[in-house]
């Protein structure tokens, strides 16, 4: 079973940075997209940043120009950039994959949590 592994979660003053890894126990190649998804305190979760198998990247436009995303099939691995980080950038942050073919499935990582401190 696929599994998505996410680490690089802490507390970091506002204006900081921190950078969240996930690591895939299959081929990232599978995956049409893999993204980051946030969930904070009495809010809905919400799609932060995704990138397309071709490299097609969407972000939030709470984060535009703050967070990168960027996958390494190579590693099995996507990553998210996380600078000039602000109080409500606080959440629980979750790893998301896609694969199309053979069928569709989609696959969650457990989060790990991001908090930003004023």
């Known amino acids: 079973q696929v599994q998505l592994v996410e680490s690089g979660g802490g507390l970091v003053q506002a204006g900081g940075s921190l950078r969240l890894s996930c690591t895939a126990s299959?081929?990232?190649?599978?995956?049409?997209?893999m993204a980051w998804y946030r969930q904070a305190p009495g809010k809905q979760r919400e799609l932060v940043a995704l990138?397309?198998?071709?490299?097609?990247?969407h972000y939030a436009d709470s984060v535009k120009g703050r967070f990168t995303i960027s996958r390494d099939n190579a590693k099995n691995m996507v990553s998210l950039q996380m600078n000039s980080l602000k109080p409500e950038d606080t959440a629980v942050y979750y790893c998301?994959?896609?694969?199309?073919?053979?069928?569709?499935?989609?696959?969650w990582g457990q989060g790990t949590q991001v908090t930003v401190s004023s």
């Open positions: 299959a081929s990232t190649f599978r995956f049409n997209t």
């Open positions: 998301n994959a896609v694969q199309v073919r053979p069928s569709w499935t989609q696959y």
């Open positions: 990138i397309e198998s071709g490299d097609n990247i």
